[in-house]
């Protein structure tokens, strides 16, 4: 079964409740897109509204649809990708939560990732992704 990248169909909220987190994943792996969209699925505060393999797919999504949160592997940017999502997540004010290999600090240039909200270590727990996503 071939698996691709897609958007999903947006929900209306329930009545008197806030309407649900819309999150984004750019994820090159699609065994770990497909574990974190279901964690994020079963979630009654949380709407997946896209996940991609690759940069170009979230960005293209990013420009033309809303999303609150996107959750982004490091291994998708390149530098070049940095500033161009520095700034869509400005202009959208959509928050940016890094998946990273090693902690940011031991970058040589870690300040070209000052456009995350946050920064995920590879390895990170569902609770960990939840928090960070409500944060």
Request: charged share 25%.
């Amino acid at each position: 079964m071939a698996y691709s990248s897609h958007t999903f169909a947006s929900h209306d909220p329930p009545p008197d409740s806030r309407p649900p987190i819309r999150v984004l994943l750019a994820i090159p792996s699609r065994l770990e897109r497909l574990g974190w969209s279901i964690v994020v699925r079963n979630q009654n505060d949380l709407q997946l509204v896209g996940d991609f393999g690759s940069f170009a797919g979230a960005l293209a999504f990013l420009r033309r649809n809303r999303a609150d949160v996107a959750l982004i592997d490091e291994a998708l940017l390149a530098p070049k990708h940095c500033e161009r999502l520095r700034e869509e997540a400005a202009r959208l004010g959509c928050r940016i939560l890094l998946v990273a290999k090693h902690p940011l600090n031991e970058e040589p240039d870690y300040s070209r990732y000052s456009f995350a909200s946050a920064c995920l270590l590879k390895g990170f727990s569902a609770s960990d992704l939840l928090g960070a996503i409500r944060g």
